[in-house]
């Protein structure tokens, strides 16, 4: 069982230094400024923490869908304790078994498992690049994330939704910059070089 502490806690020290005037500034994922990603990732959580504990219903039958407007004024304590509900949920050895359901998608548990984590390292990444922060990544769940993007085939129809085009890296950069290219991502994407 891979454990979520290590990215869900990274992500929760950097969405605490966001500042207010951050909030509409651009992050690497397109027409989705600071403010709509924290939006998105508070909802990840739910949907992966309820698809951990096996609930069919709102949360895990359809994908977050986002706006600035759905940012709760209370976000700053909302989003660490989501997060801390997701890594809780998946560490019930129950929550690995058979299959369950996340963005309206069926899937085996153990699959769902590597998305959540790979949206953490993902989404952390994209907070941190886009408010001038350092991002650190434990090696099991950026390995973990690697894996998830390197097996999802380059195709606009298995990715929509998922991960944008792979941007191609030198095969002897970092594992990093590996998985952010294959997950759409420039490594090299800052606010003004975009």
Do not use: Y
């Not at 994908?63 to 759905?70: G, I, L, S």
């Not at 997060?83 to 019930?92: I, K």
């Not at 058979?98 to 153990?110: E, I």
């Not at 949206?119 to 350092?134: F, I, K, N, S």
């Amino acid at each position: 069982m891979l454990d979520l502490e290590a990215p869900a806690t990274e992500l929760a020290r950097i969405a605490a230094a966001v500042g207010d005037d951050q909030l509409t500034a651009p992050t690497p994922s397109p027409d989705m400024p600071v403010s709509v990603l924290l939006t998105h990732i508070i909802g990840l959580s739910m949907a992966f923490r309820d698809g951990a504990r096996k609930i069919k219903g709102p949360t895990t039958s359809t994908a977050p869908n986002a706006v600035a407007e759905d940012l709760p004024a209370e976000w700053r304590q909302v989003l660490p304790e989501r997060l801390g509900e997701l890594v809780a949920a998946w560490r019930d050895p129950a929550a690995w078994e058979g299959s369950t359901m996340v963005g309206g998608v069926t899937l085996p548990a153990p699959a769902a498992a590597g998305f959540a984590n790979n949206e953490l390292v993902m989404h952390g990444w994209d907070l941190a690049r886009a408010t001038g922060q350092e991002f650190r990544v434990d090696q099991d769940n950026l390995e973990a994330a690697w894996q998830v993007v390197h097996d999802t085939p380059d195709d606009p129809e298995v990715r929509h939704g998922l991960f944008g085009p792979v941007i191609p890296q030198p095969e002897d950069a970092p594992l990093l910059d590996r998985t952010l290219g294959h997950g759409g991502r420039d490594p090299a994407w800052s606010p003004t070089r975009r």
